[in-house]
């Protein structure tokens, strides 16, 4: 099933819900009629029962280029511009939502990935690139920070020397090198990106949705928690999902040796 939208795509099959930026010619950068069509594209997902993966991804050549600064709301004038009240009103919620969904959400970077566009996939629960893609810093290039959470998902993922590498310099760093720093999931040869990402989209979809999500809260909140902490929270969520339909199903697929038919409750 297919949703009408001029500056992005959404299409649902197979639990999976694939949201595709579509303003190819200006490698999907955003305006804020389109970030306006995200937000009723992510609705239309979460709105529909049968969807239980997302998956994000660009149309054409690149995946992102981050902000299209020819956007009124973004280009320099006679007057100041407040950038602030673009993250602020945009791009912010954007993450947010993206990082709260109830569901495993999965980045397929088909190109570039530039300035906000490089950092938006990261966060997903899993980042797959194409082995042509690459992911550029450029704030500095315009006398800006990395944004999109860049400041906060470099360091931690990758460590705080090549975090401010890339942040200064504004250098590519290709797909390959992203996997071997750590940066993404795998980086897979560009006829195979999609179709990798969805059959592990469809695996996902098929799973047990609430555990994916308290898998994904435990990491995060850990990265904050001392040891003793991150063991309370351990207990919690083992203690709230001990009680789930899923829990159920796994054991009892386990003992009779057969597959799992999961619900994601």
């Known amino acids: 099933m297919a949703h009408s939208f001029e500056a992005v795509r959404l299409d649902v099959a197979d639990g999976v819900a694939t949201l595709t930026l579509n303003r190819p010619e200006r490698l999907n950068s955003f305006t804020v009629a389109m970030h306006g069509e995200v937000r009723a594209a992510l ?25 299209d600064l020819s956007d009124r709301a973004v280009a320099p004038g006679d007057a100041p511009v407040d950038l602030g009240a673009s993250i602020e009103n945009y791009y912010k919620p954007l993450l947010m939502r993206l990082r709260a969904l109830d569901m495993p959400t999965i980045c397929a970077v088909n190109g570039v ?64 090198q992203a996997e071997e720093w750590g940066l993404i999931w795998r980086c897979i040869e560009d006829d195979e990106l999609m179709p990798t990402v969805l059959a592990v989209a469809r695996q996902l979809a098929a799973g047990p949705t609430r555990g994916y ?13 001392p040891l003793s902490a991150a063991l309370d929270l351990e207990r919690d969520y083992q203690r709230e999902l001990g009680a789930s339909a899923d829990y159920r199903e796994g054991v009892a697929a386990f003992m009779e040796k057969r597959a799992p038919r999961f619900r994601g409750q």
């Open 43 to 67: 609705d239309a997902a979460v709105g529909d029962p049968a969807v239980r993966c997302l998956v994000l991804t660009g149309a054409g050549r690149g995946f992102c280029a981050g902000q």
């Open 113 to 176: 990935a530039a300035g906000a566009g490089a950092n938006i996939p990261f966060v997903c629960d899993l980042v797959f690139a194409a082995r042509s893609a690459s992911f550029v810093q450029s704030f500095s290039r315009i006398g800006l920070v990395p944004d999109c959470g860049g400041t906060w998902w470099l360091p931690r993922l990758i460590g705080p020397a090549r975090a401010m590498g890339l942040a200064l310099l504004g250098d590519k760093l290709p797909a390959l």
């Open 213 to 225: 999500v308290r898998t994904r809260q435990a990491l995060e909140e850990a990265m904050q928690l």
